[in-house]
């Protein structure tokens, strides 16, 4: 049964930084490619990165240069750290994985980003 669990979300004025946790279990997290997508309020899910098994990433241009998407494998935990956080930036974010041709997800953290 695959897990994911999100966390480390939370309030952020403009400008700031969050660091969101993925923790897995039920996959053999070292071979698989991980995403983060986020959905705001009244908007559709979107992707906002991915990463490979072997680390290689890939970022939606309206992250780029902003957030960065790393894993541990020796902990099968997925990471995405943000920075230069704006309002824009305010979402549900979910971590992801694709098993047997079924997208999972966790239950999402929640991300608001305001002074």
């Known amino acids: 049964q695959v897990r994911l669990v999100e966390s480390g979300g939370g309030l952020v004025q403009p400008g700031g930084s969050l660091r969101l946790s993925c923790t897995t279990s039920?996959?053999?997290?070292?071979?698989?490619?991980m995403a983060w997508y986020r959905q705001a309020a009244g908007k559709q899910r979107e992707l906002v990165g991915d990463?490979?098994?072997?680390?290689?990433?890939n970022y939606a241009d309206s992250v780029k240069g902003r957030f960065t998407i790393s894993r541990d494998n020796a902990k099968s935990t997925l990471y995405l750290q943000m920075n230069s956080l704006g309002p824009e930036d305010t979402a549900v974010y979910y971590c992801?994985?694709?098993?047997?041709?079924?997208?999972?997800w966790g239950q999402g953290t929640q991300v608001t980003v305001s002074s």
């Open positions: 039920g996959i053999i997290f070292s071979i698989k490619a």
């Open positions: 992801s994985v694709l098993v047997r041709g079924d997208r999972n």
């Open positions: 990463i490979t098994s072997s680390g290689r990433t």
